[in-house]
């Protein structure tokens, strides 16, 4: 059986499930109090986390230590009210943030810290928190996969979008 080295434990009552783990480098949000807690388990023991307040709730996030990025995701629909959306406003935001403050500053190699994922029509109306969603970042490429509806994939430090793949579907119910 594995020697347990490292024991972390959440308050189940504010933990939002939203985590990552890359490069030694262990991450959480803490929902009750939009924090972000970083941990470093290289070392043993492990030291306290860095906590940083965030500036809103993020619904996923993904890191990449080694260039010091944490690409946090919100929906638009969070932001802006429904009822006053333009056709061409996007629907995710991808934030590029600098790992090192905690996710509060721009990542200083994105030329645009917000990537817009503009989602297509029949998309519109759905509940996108219903949709299986993975972010991936490989180099400098940031991928964001909706099972069923959508892969897109940017070079993230000028947020060129180099792969768009639309899935066909007939309802949100029937794929």
Not at 25 to 44: F, R, T
Request: glycine residues 4%.
């Amino acid at each position: 059986m594995p020697e347990l080295m490292h024991e972390i434990v959440l308050n189940d009552e504010v933990n939002s499930g939203i985590y990552d783990l890359a490069d030694n480098i262990y991450a959480h949000l803490d929902g009750g109090d939009l924090q972000l807690c970083i941990y470093d388990i290289s070392n043993d023991p492990v030291p306290p986390p860095k906590t940083y307040s965030l500036d809103f709730m993020p619904y996923d996030m993904v890191l990449a230590p080694s260039q010091d990025l944490v690409v946090l995701m919100r929906f638009q629909a969070e932001v802006f009210d429904a009822q006053n959306l333009h056709q061409d406003m996007p629907d995710i935001e991808l934030y590029l943030r600098s790992l090192s403050s905690g996710g509060l500053l721009c990542h200083p190699n994105a030329q645009h810290p917000v990537i817009a994922v503009p989602l297509p029509t029949q998309a519109q109306d759905m509940d996108l928190r219903d949709f299986d969603m993975q972010l991936q970042i490989i180099g400098d490429t940031l991928a964001l996969f909706l099972q069923g509806l959508l892969l897109r994939i940017y070079r993230w430090t000028n947020s060129k979008s180099l792969i768009v793949s639309l899935f066909p579907f007939f309802s949100a119910d029937l794929f």
